[in-house]
């Protein structure tokens, strides 16, 4: 029978724990109490009477002035979009101008290139000229020398040579 008794006592002891830690009923029951005594008691109707208002004001501006908002977008939401299209027009005109001008500076670097390219490619040429000119003169005359070392070497002079034909 001790056992019996210390098992319901056990027993007892968890329903306890279960309902402290499981059962929020009380807490519950406090706060409601606590927030409709704050808006009975301390608040008394301000809330209702802030509600009824913002019902007027709502309603007011759902019967005139959605009416007159929506006359004035028909007005002027016209004028809006011709202005905005007008506005676009001149960001893409901007925009062309000045890709233009990129193309023209582009070009004109491009020319500039291409010219002074040219110019070193006629100078290149003026110079292969000139070396050949100078190495050819060189050989002529280095061959005037063997010839008139020759004519010397054989004891022929221009002179003779001409008389004896």
Known sequence: MAEG???????????????????????VQGETKFILREFEEKRKEREVQQMFEMLEMVTEIKETQIEKAVKLGDM??????????????????????????KKKQYLEQRREQRKKE????????????????????????????????????????????????
Request: glycine share 2%.
């Open 5 to 27: 008794n210390v098992l319901d006592r056990v027993l007892k002891d968890i329903g306890d724990v279960q309902s402290r830690l499981f059962d929020h009923r009380p807490f």
């Open 76 to 101: 002027h939401l016209c004028n809006l979009t011709g202005h905005f299209e007008v506005a676009l027009r001149m960001c893409n005109n901007i925009v062309e101008r000045e890709d233009s001008v």
């Open 118 to 165: 040219w110019i070193a490619f006629v100078d290149d040429i003026q110079n292969k000229n000139i070396a050949v000119n100078q190495t050819f003169a060189n050989k002529e005359e280095e061959v005037k020398n063997y010839y008139n070392k020759l004519e010397e070497a054989m004891h022929i002079s221009p002179v003779h040579s001409d008389h004896s034909t």
